[in-house]
């Protein structure tokens, strides 16, 4: 993962260099700090999907299918008077991760030992299993857009980082049912369990980000920095999620 954001980085900044203007003998460079932006769309909103990993997971944590992330942020945008192309834009907003599990059981409700990820394959478990955060969150980033009075239609990038408070952790767990996979007499379908604990991870985070696209679509990747998990309290897991971005307004 951080190979790709680093080279996503890369090739961003090269188009950067490629989408100045380059001033000829018969072509005068323009005047950006002239440009009106009355009616410009500045991205006021966010709203992200992504398919989340995590980092550094053991090969003993079983998860599966596709995890995932929402985000939605409501953001103020400055462009630089200079060269309104680049702006500062930050906000405030929420993010959620949604990690599904295979045959597994999280002991996030017992403090006396560090939290396990166990395996109950051979026993009665829950046929459907995540744990979910969400977090409330403030990301600041730099952004580019190639054509600055209608940005609906011009290439876009964006980098920076967001901080975010840890504001609800819970397991949740649906269908419980036998080694077999069977349905357990006595449960239907629509039993429920959920743990709200949030002792073993980490309150705050930081997380790198950066995005590349065109009108009101994006693709998005973001990198946390620091473990989710607290140190000596179990695995030492960094998620990461590629996605896609809706942004307008």
Do not use: C
């Amino acid at each position: 993962m951080k190979k790709f954001l680093f080279v996503a980085v890369a090739l961003s900044f090269s188009l950067f260099l490629h989408s100045q203007d380059n001033p000829s003998s018969k072509t005068k460079k323009k005047d950006w700090s002239k440009v009106k932006l009355t009616n410009r769309a500045n991205d006021h909103f966010m709203l992200q999907y992504g398919i989340t990993h995590w980092s550094g997971k053991p090969d003993s944590i079983n998860t599966k299918g596709f995890s995932r992330s929402f985000n939605f942020y409501i953001m103020i945008d400055m462009p630089f008077k200079t060269d309104p192309r680049f702006s500062v834009a930050f906000g405030p907003g929420i993010g959620t991760d949604n990690i599904f599990f295979d045959k597994t059981y999280i002991t996030t409700i017992n403090h006396l030992k560090p939290l396990e990820f166990k395996n109950v394959a051979d026993t009665n478990h829950f046929d459907k299993y995540k744990l979910v955060h969400a977090f409330l969150e403030l990301p600041l980033e730099l952004r580019f857009a190639s054509n600055p009075e209608n940005s609906n239609k011009s290439f876009k990038v964006a980098i920076g980082a967001k901080v975010g408070v840890q504001v609800s952790s819970h397991t949740k767990g649906k269908r419980w049912v036998d080694k077999n996979d069977n349905l357990i007499t006595g449960f239907d379908d629509k039993y429920v369990q959920k743990n709200k604990d949030k002792y073993f991870f980490n309150g705050n985070r930081l997380v790198g980000m950066m995005r590349v696209g065109y009108g009101n679509l994006s693709l998005f990747g973001t990198y946390q920095i620091g473990s989710l998990i607290k140190e000596g309290l179990g695995p030492q897991v960094k998620p990461y999620t590629i996605g896609v971005t809706l942004s307008g307004l």
